[in-house]
């Protein structure tokens, strides 16, 4: 075994698997209740809907939908994620500058390929989002983590990190809105300064935004992708959250064409082209307009349904004893509970009770913090949080007894 393993590259040595696909092995269980994965509400999947077009796809474009295609995407998929961007979004975007990746995930593999030497440092969040850290990870990054509040990354910290060294990180990698793990959302005034800073500093910014189409309270923010800048701003944006993460349909900005010389056949190299069904059948759904707004209005009040139950249903149970974050969309929030300072060791007793969650240890790239859970409540119908609270007050109190 140990001879095989050392025929690998170097770089599966830095190569986690991810602690969350571990634990979501122990949510396949039925009795358990999970606020661990970050999985959309499958029963608003559009699954009949989807049916319909796919017959449709087939029928009237089987032979383009079946074959082989651009690697850059189908032309219409690409000329609604420009409108959106561009007229949502108020992100400056042509066609051209779209490539359909395999998930956003693949964005953030093809980002770092073209970025990344090892060693070569990586600014993000603390905490951040683990899958990002894992792509990173296979190109052998460094990090630099920047410390955020309630408002998320904290323009002065990252600002006082940058001028301190003497070389400066290949990418700064972030979510604005409704982050994973926290929850919380990058103010108006930190976008435009955390763009002056990597302008400044020449960093590109990689702006992760799988969550921003599911707001259920406060104002949208501008993203960062919307402001001005001589340094390049990588925008990422998913149909995973907003229809359906099975599809594995995705883009990515690449709004400089020397840029995208680069970056585009990484992709073909790395598997020719995302899905051609796939994409007809996500564009099919979405360029019904009202349809798309219908479908994004009924997911993100069914998850602002579900936050506003955990929120009561955490301040109903723990009182004084938890402080969390409440986001304005998205799937997730962030708790610290009083006197639980490592919550990878409160996590069997609440496995033992059919409950689980993710220990906050695991969304740091660099020096961990163990005091934090990351709980998910999209997918748990408010019947069910309310009962996992329940359970998860139970292993709170074991874990003290035992201690
Ligand atoms: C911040 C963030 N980025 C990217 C992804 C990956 O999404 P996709 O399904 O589009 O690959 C996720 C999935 O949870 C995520 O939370």
């Given amino acids: 075994m140990q001879s095989s393993n050392q025929r690998f590259a170097q770089r599966i040595a830095s190569v986690r698997p991810s602690a969350i696909r571990e634990i979501l092995k ?3 269980r039925p ?3 999970s606020f661990a994965g970050g999985l959309p509400a499958p029963e608003h999947f559009p699954t009949a809907t989807l049916g319909a077009l796919a017959s449709e796809v087939l029928a009237s474009i089987g032979s383009t939908a079946l074959q082989y295609s651009l690697t850059e995407g189908v032309p219409e998929l690409r000329a609604w994620v420009a409108e959106r961007m561009q007229g949502v979004w108020g992100i400056p975007t042509t066609p ?3 490539l359909i990746t395999g998930g956003s995930q693949q964005g953030l593999d093809l980002v770092a390929k073209a970025y990344l030497d090892p060693g070569d440092l990586v600014a993000l969040e603390a905490p951040s989002y683990l899958g990002a850290i894992q792509a990173f990870d296979t190109y052998q990054a ?6 955020t509040d309630g408002d998320g990354l904290i323009p002065e910290a990252l600002e006082r990190s940058l001028s301190q060294l003497s070389v400066q990180p290949k990418l700064l990698y972030l979510i604005p809105n409704f982050q994973n793990p926290s929850g919380t959302t990058l103010s108006a005034e930190r976008r435009e300064a955390i763009v002056r800073i990597c302008e400044q500093f020449e960093i590109p910014i990689f702006e992760d935004d799988p969550y921003g189409e599911l707001r259920f309270a406060g104002t949208p923010q501008r993203p960062l992708a919307s402001f001005s800048s001589r340094s390049p701003i990588f925008y990422a944006g998913t149909g995973s959250k907003v229809m359906a993460p099975g599809l594995r349909v995705a883009w990515l900005l690449l709004r400089d064409p020397a840029i995208r010389a680069q970056v585009v056949p990484l992709k073909q190299a790395s598997d020719l082209h995302t899905g051609t069904l796939a994409q ?3 564009h099919r759904f979405v360029a019904d307009e009202s349809r798309f707004s219908e479908h994004l209005h009924t997911i993100s009040s069914l998850y602002g ?3 506003h139950a955990m929120v009561s249903g955490l301040r109903a149970t723990f009182g004084s004893d938890i402080e969390f974050t409440i986001p304005e969309g998205g799937m997730f929030l962030w708790a610290t509970l009083r006197g639980i300072d490592n919550t990878a060791a409160l996590f069997p007793y609440a496995q033992e009770r059919n409950v689980v969650f993710v220990p906050g240890e695991f969304f740091y790239a660099n ?3 163990h005091n934090g859970m990351r709980l998910s409540f999209s997918n748990t119908d408010e019947t069910k949080i309310t009962e996992g609270l329940t359970r998860l007050q139970a292993a709170v109190n074991a874990y003290h007894q035992a201690s």
Avoid: P, S
């Fill in 305 to 307: 349904t579900r936050q």
């Fill in 31 to 33: 009795e358990v209740i």
């Fill in 367 to 369: 020096a961990k913090q």
């Fill in 142 to 147: 460094r990090y630099l983590t920047i410390e």
């Fill in 280 to 282: 007809y059948l996500f």
């Fill in 96 to 98: 051209d500058d779209v």
């Fill in 26 to 28: 122990v949510t396949q």
